[in-house]
């Protein structure tokens, strides 16, 4: 089963504005990884967070890490077309090498 | 290599038949993962390997499913008597080292059981 829920399932924004999107896991972590997909099926690595680190910043992404509640959240900031993708986090769980993926959120933003 | 590369990037096969998917991962990498994603849904974890040995094999469906990595760099999946809800998108993934670590993913194969 897969541990990290994303939410929401969908979003659909102006070009511009900014989209956050949630996740949230279930056990204790050793990182907390994004990734992107386009329609296509290869997977892109966008942002890797310990679990000992609770913001971390490229371009125009923000990413937060809560372990008390178990989420974090990723923010894209001043959003482009091309940012029309889903977006799924990734656990590597403590103890453990696997990494598990949400279901994801798949952003739409509007031209 | 300069990417993740998997052969072939589709395969349609009929019911019962038996499928091997290959992955062959960055130069160096000695982690690597296959995946199992379905339409709408995220990356299922099937196989992790360390080197040449299965280090986690927890995601494997049933033991119809079967992967090597006989030399420590490319790994084959193999799916016996495939069943029409085989049908997936296979992603194979490599990373540096096992956690802590960006993993670099392949296009995947597009299996289509009929």
């Known amino acids: 089963s897969q541990q990290g829920e994303e939410d929401p399932q969908a979003l659909s924004i102006q070009e511009g504005e900014n989209a956050t999107m949630n996740c949230s896991y279930k056990?204790?972590?050793?990182?907390l990884q994004w990734y992107r997909q386009n329609s296509g099926r290869g997977l892109v690595h966008l942002i890797l967070?310990?679990?000992?680190?609770r913001e971390k910043h490229s371009g125009r992404l923000r990413v937060t890490l809560d372990t008390s509640k178990k989420s974090s959240s990723l923010l894209i900031t001043a959003s482009r077309a091309a940012d029309t993708a889903s977006y799924f986090c990734a656990t590597d769980e403590r103890g453990g090498f696997k990494t598990i993926f949400g279901a994801g959120t798949r952003l739409f933003v509007k031209a | 290599g300069a990417g993740v590369s998997q052969t072939p990037s589709n395969k349609v096969t009929e019911k019962g038949k038996y499928v091997e998917l290959r992955c062959d991962p960055i130069?160096?990498?000695?982690?690597l993962y296959w995946y199992r994603q379905s339409l709408g849904q995220g990356p299922e974890f099937l196989i992790y390997f360390q080197g040449t040995g299965a280090a986690d094999d927890s995601g494997l469906p049933n033991d119809r499913f079967f992967a090597v990595r006989p030399e420590g760099s490319v790994s084959t999946l193999k799916i016996q008597r495939t069943e029409r809800g085989d049908s997936a998108v296979y992603l194979c993934?490599?990373?540096?080292?096992?956690?802590?670590?960006?993993?670099?993913f392949g296009q995947g194969t597009r299996l289509t059981v009929v």
């Open positions: 967070i310990r679990s000992n680190e």
């Open positions: 056990t204790s972590i050793n990182n």
């Open positions: 993934a490599s990373s540096r080292a096992a956690g802590n670590t960006e993993a670099f």
């Open positions: 130069s160096g990498h000695t982690a």
